[in-house]
Each structure stands twice: as C-alpha cells, then as structure tokens.
C-alpha cells in the first residue's frame, strides 16, 4: 500500500486525520530516509536512535569517515585483496547514529534501523545502553558476525523485534503542503482507523 501526506482520512464527528503514520513506521522511515544520504551500492542502511519520551536524539547511515574521501576509498564487496573492498573503512549506520548523539546518553533507547545489527554494531548498542533493536532487514541472519551479534545481545537483555510495517512504501510530496483546503482527498466513511 502506497500512503501520501496529502491522503486524509477524516472521521465525521471530529475531523482529526486518522491515516497518520504510527510511531513505529515514523521512525523506521526516518532511518529509510537517512539511509538514501548512503554511497554505498549495494545496501543503503540508515539508524534513528529514540528515547523514552519518543523523541529523537541520534540518526545514521553508512558511509565513509569524516575526511577520508568516499570517492578514493573502495566500494566493491569482494576483491583479491579485502584492503580494496569498502568492509574496512565504512562506518556503520549504527555507529554513526550513536556518535551523533544529541542527549547526554542513550540509556533505556530504542534504536531503529534498516537491517539487523553486525556484531561490532552490537557492542556499540549494548555498551552505549540502548535497550531495545528494531530492525527491518534480517537479510544476514546465518552470516557469523549476526550470529555473534544475537549471543551478544541476548547475553545482555537487549530486546530485538522485527518491524512489519503498515505501508510499504511511503510518498513523500512536497505539494501536498500546497493544495487548498478541502481540496484533500477523503476516503468512504467506511474506511475504519488503524
Ligand atoms: O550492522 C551493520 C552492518 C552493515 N552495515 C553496512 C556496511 C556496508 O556499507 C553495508 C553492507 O554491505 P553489503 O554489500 O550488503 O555487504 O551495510 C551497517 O551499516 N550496519
Ligand atoms: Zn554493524
């Protein structure tokens, strides 16, 4: 199902919008949207990190590090020498979004991200406090390093769900801030609230 801003579901007694995005999918596209900053070919991750107050205090994605050119540095996935793939010098999605912190810790948060955490990434979400992963993409999971990144998470209490998502696409269009009122489209009052 394909959503858009300008899509309005209006119930008849109190006019409020009722086709708004939940929490979990608003947060999972933010770690989408970040993801699209990525250079990397294959698989552009992206991580928004969420206190308790439901507030955002970190976003990611995987990149090169600050100052080392992502046009000099390789982004194959296998060549003769590991040296000259992208696996030793890209910083995870997940690194980045806890580096960018914007609040004094990340204790008790929850982070959002597009594909379930390597090991490394593990470390660094269990050592910073996070309490809780909510992924999308599972796609590794018999690779060693998302094996070890299971023992190590449930070795520490940290809960890991997926997300199934309400939408599978989510429109963003700028327009949508322009069309005149009552000019939204309404869906048939039959349509029941998520
Ligand atoms: O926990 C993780 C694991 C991987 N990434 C990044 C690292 C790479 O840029 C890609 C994986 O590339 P593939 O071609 O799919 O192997 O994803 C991450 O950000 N977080
Ligand atoms: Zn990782």
Not at 39 to 59: F, H, L, R, T, Y
Not at 136 to 154: C, E, F, G, P, W
Not at 170 to 190: A, Q, R, T, Y
Request: aromatic share 8%.
């Amino acid at each position: 199902m394909l959503v858009s801003a300008n899509t309005s579901v209006l119930t008849e007694k109190s006019q409020k919008r009722v086709d708004y995005l939940q929490w979990s999918d608003y947060f999972m596209a933010i770690a989408f949207l970040s993801a699209m900053r990525s250079k990397d070919p294959n698989s552009q991750v992206g991580a928004c990190v969420v206190n308790k107050e439901k507030k955002i205090v970190g976003i990611g994605y995987n990149g090169m590090p600050n100052g080392c050119s992502d046009d000099d540095l390789p982004w194959n996935r296998e060549a003769d020498n590991i040296l000259d793939t992208k696996y030793p010098y890209v910083c995870h999605a997940e690194m980045n979004a806890i580096l960018n912190k914007n609040s004094a810790d990340l204790k008790d948060c929850t982070i959002y991200v597009a594909l379930f955490p390597c090991n490394e990434c593990a470390k660094l979400i269990i050592q910073s406090g996070i309490k809780e992963i909510v992924y999308l993409s599972d796609k590794y999971h018999n690779d060693y390093k998302m094996v070890a990144s299971r023992q190590l998470l449930d070795m520490a209490g940290v809960k890991y769900r997926q997300h199934i998502p309400q939408h599978s696409q989510i429109l963003i269009d700028f327009d949508s801030i322009n069309i005149p009122v009552g000019k939204h489209h309404k869906e048939p009052k039959s349509v029941s609230s998520p």
